[in-house]
C-alpha cells in the first residue's frame, strides 16, 4: 500500500555520489546568490502583508486575516510563515529564501527518486546520474533568479511545488497500483489542503492536471469497471469543486467579480488570436531563455520566438514519445509536469496578456512553474533513449544529445547574465534599506522609490511604522519595540 509519509521518497545516500555532489554545488551556488543579492527587507506584495502583523500583536492570531487578500489570489500559506518570521525571526526575509531553495532542493531529491524508479534496469547508475544531473541545471535553473532573490517568490512558490508535485507523486503510484479507500481519503484531504492553501494562482492547472491523468489513467489500465477508481475519479472532482467553493466564497471575498475579471480576460485573448499566440511563444521561451538578455540587447528579439518554438516542438514531441514507448507503465509523472506548464501558461494567458506587454510574458518570477514541463520533456527524452529498439535509437539518440546541449548552453548562458546583474540587485537592496531606515514619510511622496520596492507611498508610510513599532528588519535594533503580551 502507498504510503503517505515523505520516506517514501527519499532515496539511500549511497550509489548517487554524482547528483548529490551536483545538487550540492547548485543549491550552494544559488544560497550564494541568494545570500548577496536577495531583498532583504519588505518590498512589492508583502507590503499589504504587513497588517497581519500588526493584527496578531493587538489581538492575536486570526484566520481571516490570513485568508483576506488585497489581489485576486489568496495567500494564506505564505502569509502565515510570513508572520511566523516576524514573530521569531523579526522579519528575516533572506531566511525565507533559504527556506524556500531548501523546499526547490528536497523537490529536486524526490524527482530523482521516481527519475531513478523508472529507469531501473534499462541503463547504468552513472548515465542515469548524468542524465538527471542535466535536469537538475534546469530544476536550478538561474532564469528563475528573481525566485531567488526574493522571499514572497522563493518561498511561496518552491513550497508550494514541492508540495504539489509530492502530491502527484503519490497519485501517480496510487492510480497504477491497487486502489484502496485509505488511498482516496488520504489524497481527497491533501489536495483539499493544500488547494486552499498553496493554490492561488495556479490551483486551476493543479486541478485540470490531476483530472486528465486520473481519466487517462482509467482508459490505459481499463480499469473502469473497477469501483475504486470511479469513487476515485468522483471524489477528486467533488473536491476540486469544494475547494473553489471555499476559495471563492468564504469571507473575506475577494476585492473583485472573478466572474467578469474571467470574462473580460478571455474576451481580450479570442479578440486578439495573434497577439495572444505571440504572448503564449515567449513565454514558453521564458523557460529556457532568460528574458534580460533583451533588456541588454535590442538585436535578440527574434530569439524569444524561436525558443518559443523549440519549447513547443519539444513537447509534442516528448508527448508522441511518452505514449510510443508506453512510459505510462513506469510514471505519469513527466506528462504531469508537461501538461502543468502547458495549462499554467494558459492561466498567464487568461490572466496577463490584456494587462502587459511582450516583456511581462518573460517575467523571472513564472519560470519556475513554466520549467517543471522542461522537466518532464527531458526526462521523456532520456527514457526513450535508453529504453527504445536498435532500429529506432539512432534517431532519438540524436535529438536527445541535440536537447542536452542546448540545454546546457542556455542555463550556462543564464548563469553568467545573473552572474553579471547581481551587484546591481545587491546595490539597489541596500540603497533601499538605507532609503527606509533615513527618510521621512514625507519624502516617500516627494521623492519616492522604485515602484517595485514601494507600490504605493501610504502603504509604505504605513508600513514603516509597523516595522518601527514591531522591531521588524531593518528596524529591529530598536529598543522600545513592542512584544506580545
Excluded at 352 to 362: K, P, Q
Excluded at 418 to 435: C, S, T, W
Aim: hydrophobic share 50%.
Amino acid at each position: 500500500m502507498t504510503s503517505l509519509t515523505m520516506k517514501t521518497v527519499l532515496p539511500n545516500l549511497s550509489g548517487n555520489r554524482i547528483i548529490y555532489t551536483g545538487l550540492s554545488v547548485l543549491f550552494i551556488a544559488v544560497i550564494l546568490l541568494a545570500s548577496y543579492a536577495g531583498k532583504s527587507v519588505v518590498t512589492a506584495d508583502q507590503w499589504h502583508f504587513l497588517d497581519v502583523i500588526s493584527a496578531y500583536y493587538q489581538h492575536g492570531f486570526s484566520f481571516r486575516d490570513v485568508w483576506a487578500s488585497h489581489s485576486q489570489h489568496r495567500t494564506p500559506g505564505y502569509k502565515t510563515l510570513f508572520l511566523l518570521d516576524a514573530i521569531y525571526f523579526r522579519l528575516n526575509l533572506k531566511l525565507e529564501i533559504y527556506a524556500g531553495i531548501l523546499a526547490l532542493l528536497a523537490m529536486a531529491v524526490m524527482i530523482y527518486f521516481h527519475y531513478r524508479e523508472s529507469m531501473r534496469d534499462i541503463v547504468s547508475s552513472e548515465r542515469l546520474q548524468l542524465s538527471f544531473l542535466v535536469i537538475t541545471t534546469v530544476i536550478f535553473s538561474f532564469n528563475q533568479y528573481a525566485l531567488y532573490l526574493y522571499s514572497l517568490s522563493a518561498l511561496d512558490t518552491f513550497l508550494g511545488n514541492l508540495l504539489f508535485v509530492w502530491l502527484w507523486c503519490y497519485m501517480d503510484r496510487g492510480i497504477r497500483r491497487s486502489l484502496s479507500y485509505d488511498f482516496i481519503l488520504k489524497f481527497c484531504v491533501a489536495f483539499l489542503l493544500l488547494l486552499l492553501i498553496f493554490g492561488e494562482g495556479r490551483g486551476a492547472a493543479v486541478i485540470l492536471v490531476s483530472l486528465i491523468v486520473m481519466l487517462l489513467g482509467g482508459f490505459n489500465s481499463r480499469t473502469w469497471p473497477n469501483r475504486k477508481y470511479r469513487i476515485l475519479l468522483i471524489a477528486t472532482v467533488l473536491t476540486s469543486i469544494l475547494s473553489q467553493l471555499i476559495y471563492w466564497a468564504v469571507p473575506p471575498k475577494l476585492p473583485f467579480s472573478q466572474s467578469a475579471y474571467l470574462f473580460d480576460a478571455m474576451l481580450v485573448v479570442f479578440t486578439q488570436p495573434w497577439g495572444a499566440l505571440k504572448y503564449a511563444v515567449v513565454t514558453l521561451g521564458s523557460s529556457i531563455l532568460n528574458m534580460s538578455w533583451f533588456r541588454i540587447s535590442s538585436q535578440m528579439g527574434t530569439a524569444q520566438y524561436i525558443a518559443g518554438v523549440i519549447v513547443m516542438l519539444g513537447y509534442f514531441a516528448a508527448l508522441w514519445l511518452f505514449f510510443r514507448n508506453r512510459m505510462w507503465r513506469k510514471t505519469y509523472l513527466p506528462m504531469i509536469f508537461m501538461l502543468y506548464s502547458v495549462l499554467f501558461l494558459g492561466l498567464l494567458l487568461v490572466g496577463r496578456y490584456g494587462t502587459g506587454d511582450l516583456n511581462s510574458a518573460g517575467a523571472p518570477r513564472y519560470a519556475a512553474d513554466l520549467q517543471l514541463g522542461l522537466v518532464g520533456m527531458l526526462w521523456v527524452f532520456y527514457y526513450a533513449c535508453y529504453s527504445s529498439q536498435p532500429v529506432a535509437r539512432n534517431w532519438i539518440k540524436s535529438l536527445t544529445l541535440i536537447s542536452t546541449i542546448f540545454m546546457l548552453v542556455m542555463q550556462a548562458g543564464s548563469v553568467l547574465l545573473v552572474i553579471g546583474m547581481a551587484p546591481y540587485q545587491r546595490k539597489d537592496n541596500l540603497d533601499f534599506v538605507h532609503y527606509m531606515i533615513n527618510s521621512q514619510p514625507s519624502e516617500y511622496f516627494s521623492n519616492p522609490p522604485p515602484r517595485f520596492y514601494c507600490p504605493n507611498p501610504a502603504l509604505c508610510v504605513e508600513g514603516v511604522d509597523i516595522l518601527k513599532k514591531y522591531g521588524l528588519r531593518p528596524f529591529n535594533s530598536i529598543s522600545n519595540n513592542v512584544r506580545k503580551q
